[in-house]
């Protein structure tokens, strides 16, 4: 695994240079914090990452679409397959990976955040650049943890598919449209109650959470569940997805 | 023991017979030509040796494992290059190499190879693949298929794309591995090639084995003719039938008539003469792979 996993880095600084996503993402918040955000927004733009969100929604979507499909446009699938390696393993290592390079763009885009914020307080004073570092924390662990629903079903799509421009185009119209797919599906479960545990309204609501009461009792209302059934469902979720993902490249002769 | 064996191996494409209880073998140090036409299923078996393609029944046995579909820890000693080299535009010669020799504890030093390959030059040097021509492609493709100290290495058409100088060094580089133990199964439609790099032979089509032998022996079927242009050559074929020679009217105008113990050109010539006919031409042909290949597809009714 440990070999997948090398073989994998290589692939994402080399063939990927994922680490231009990381670059922009760090610079990106330290140029709209400092120059174009005022100080009565400095608190806003902290949450968005300085603008920086965007920016690491739309490399999360190119990275884990670009993974499975570049290597059926390069046919590097055969060679990647005739190893001794099992699907399994190779599957794995390349989910792995993935998480590897967000988590890295998106402490990226954080840093460049508190970078801007620095450079900000330094030149303009402390006015208005209060974080409230817990919640801030909170929810970039909520963002990787959300986000990994995100990858199977772009994952997913670029396995049925094996095409980067339809994997990466719904990558983006999903990390935009998530909300409002989820918004319309929450209007439909007023029709049929249960339709209220998609998927997407799951992954919406869920999103949501910061651990506060008034979330939890928010959540509870809905779903008319604990939270912690809530997330048994969103894991639940997850491991189907992925499961199926890993079924279709399992079967997928090339 | 052979190396690389297929026992009945069958698959099906919904209603196509792509391989039809499939049986052959390669022995260690052995260049064997896994010949026959578009679609006759080369590639098919090819796949399913590397394990990438389920088959419906049969068994692989690559140095006494099984080959399955999804894990085959025996792959690791079986390097190929199926259809074309595969390559990630990114990345230099020398990073593929390193990033291939990773799945080996063992693998050959990258140098030294990329040298043996030809792939150590000005050219390659630090420029990315995407930069590569099909050539220098197909080099980088066969240096992969060796970096990992392979028993077996599969090749399918490996000369495309190569200059002739390249085709001569790629054909003196498998010759030479080949004598240290290593074996080679290539498939090519480049027949003068094969002819003159393989030790066996194996002729494919319609997803059927129709022959297996040696390359001399399968040569040695293919008997050597006289080919003869005269001014009647209706009269020399008489002339030969009567005189109990194989012959017939070939394409071109001429008069084909097979090399036996006592039938050779100077004997055609004299028969010639004797029938009182001018001769206008006279060739005498060597075996051939090709022309003995479309023989024996045609022979078996199975030509594409």
């Known amino acids: 695994m440990i070999t997948l996993l090398k073989q994998e880095w290589m692939k994402a600084v080399k063939q990927n240079r994922f680490y231009v996503w990381a670059i922009i993402s760090f610079l990106l918040p330290v140029v709209t914090l400092i120059w174009f955000i005022p100080a009565e927004s400095q608190t806003l733009g902290y949450a968005a990452l300085g603008g920086a969100g965007i920016v690491v929604a739309i490399a999360a979507s190119v990275l884990s679409a670009l993974t499975f499909t570049q290597e059926f446009n390069f046919g590097t699938i055969r060679p990647l397959l005739s190893r001794q390696y099992s699907r399994l393993q190779i599957f794995i ?47 970039q662990v909520m963002d990787v943890v959300m986000t990994l629903f995100f990858f199977a079903i772009v994952i997913l799509v670029s396995n049925l598919v094996k095409s980067s421009a339809a994997a990466v185009s719904l990558g983006i119209v999903l990390s935009i449209a998530t909300s409002i797919i989820a918004a319309i599906t929450t209007s439909l479960v007023q029709f049929w109650e249960p339709l209220k545990l998609n998927p997407l309204t799951v992954e919406s609501f869920l999103s949501q959470f910061d651990g506060t009461s008034a979330v ?35 079967r997928r002769s090339v | 023991m052979s190396l690389l064996e297929l026992r009945h191996v069958s698959k099906k494409f919904g209603s196509y017979q792509a391989l039809d209880d499939v049986s052959f073998s390669v022995e260690p140090g052995r260049i064997v030509g896994l010949i026959g036409p578009n679609g006759a299923g080369k590639s098919t078996a090819m796949r399913a040796m590397t394990g990438l393609m389920r088959f419906d029944s049969g068994d692989i046995i690559f140095d006494g494992q099984p080959v399955k579909f999804s894990k085959t820890k025996a792959l690791s000693k079986m390097g190929n290059l199926i259809e074309y080299p595969s390559i990630y535009p990114n990345f230099t010669a020398e990073d593929h190499m390193k990033y291939y020799a990773m799945d080996s504890d063992d693998p050959e030093n990258i140098q030294e190879l990329m040298k043996l390959t030809g792939i150590d030059g000005p050219n390659f040097g630090k420029r990315k693949a995407k930069h590569f ?111 109990g020679w194989h012959a017939k009217l070939g394409d071109n105008d001429q008069v084909l008539i097979t090399v036996e113990e006592g039938v050779n050109a100077q004997a055609v010539l004299a028969k010639a003469t004797e029938a009182k006919l001018d001769v206008l031409d006279i060739q005498t042909g060597t075996a051939n792979l090709e022309e003995h290949l479309l023989e024996v597809l045609s022979e078996k009714g199975t030509r594409a």
Do not use: C
């Open chain 1, 93 to 139: 290592s390349k989910i792995v990976m993935i998480v590897i390079e967000y988590v890295i763009v998106l402490a990226s885009a954080v840093l460049g955040t508190l970078a801007g914020r620095l450079i900000f307080q330094t030149l303009n004073g402390t006015t208005g650049t209060e974080i409230d570092w817990q919640p801030f924390l909170f929810h």
């Open chain 1, 216 to 250: 939890n009792f928010a959540l509870h209302m809905y779903f008319g569940a604990d939270v912690w059934v809530i997330w048994v469902v969103y894991v639940g979720y997850l491991v189907l997805l992925y499961l199926l993902t890993f079924l279709i490249f399992q």
């Open chain 2, 133 to 243: 021509s099909l050539g220098m492609k197909q080099r980088l493709g066969i240096a992969i298929a060796l970096i990992r100290k392979p028993k077996l290495v599969i090749l399918d058409e490996p000369m495309n794309g190569l200059d002739p100088q390249s085709v001569r060094e790629i054909r003196s580089l498998i010759q030479e591995l080949a004598q240290k133990g290593i074996a080679f199964l290539i498939s090519s439609h480049l027949l003068d090639e094969l002819q003159r790099l393989a030790d066996d032979v194996v002729i494919i089509n319609k997803g059927k084995i129709i022959r297996r032998a040696t390359m001399k022996d399968f040569l040695s079927e293919d008997k050597a003719e006289v080919k003869v242009k005269t001014s009647d050559n209706q009269a020399m074929l008489k002339a030969a039938e009567d005189a």
